[in-house]
């Protein structure tokens, strides 16, 4: 299982990285949305579960999911935000995390995704 997390905020990636060590999934961390736009593919570094923070700093966050989907149809999406208004803005597969949570919810939402995968 192969997890991917987009955030700006290192020390938010970092706490979000470590809380899912202990899952035996494959972690995989990009700190903007070029990195996962010249992330080289490999089929085996393919995401099962994107969990992709809406605002990035360089790149509209629908234009890196349009770019996953494209590339890996089958990933499942986790969308952080504080924004309350994106829910309407994401595809219809797409589960929404509102920010703050906590990490015992995010723990359980990347859980139940990653057991439908």
């Keep these: ?6 955030d700006d905020n ?8 470590s809380s899912l060590e202990d899952m035996m999934w494959h972690l995989y ?6 990195e996962v736009l010249t992330f080289p593919y490999q089929p085996m570094s393919a995401p099962d579960v994107v969990i992709l923070d809406w605002t990035l700093p360089d790149l509209p966050a629908s234009i ?12 499942q999406i986790i969308v952080m935000s504080g924004n ?5 803005q994401l595809p219809p597969s797409a ?3 509102g920010k703050p949570f906590r990490l015992t919810t995010f ?9 439908s995968v």
Excluded at 29 to 34: A, R
Excluded at 64 to 75: D, G, N, S
Excluded at 107 to 115: E, H
């Design 1 to 6: 299982m192969n997890i991917w997390i987009i």
């Design 10 to 17: 290192k020390a938010l990636l970092e706490l979000l990285m």
């Design 29 to 34: 961390s990009f700190s903007c949305g070029q």
């Design 64 to 75: 890196v999911l349009e770019h996953i989907k494209a590339h890996y149809q089958h990933v």
């Design 84 to 88: 309350w208004d994106i829910e309407e």
């Design 95 to 97: 589960r929404w995390l």
């Design 107 to 115: 723990r359980q939402m990347v859980a139940d995704v990653a057991s």
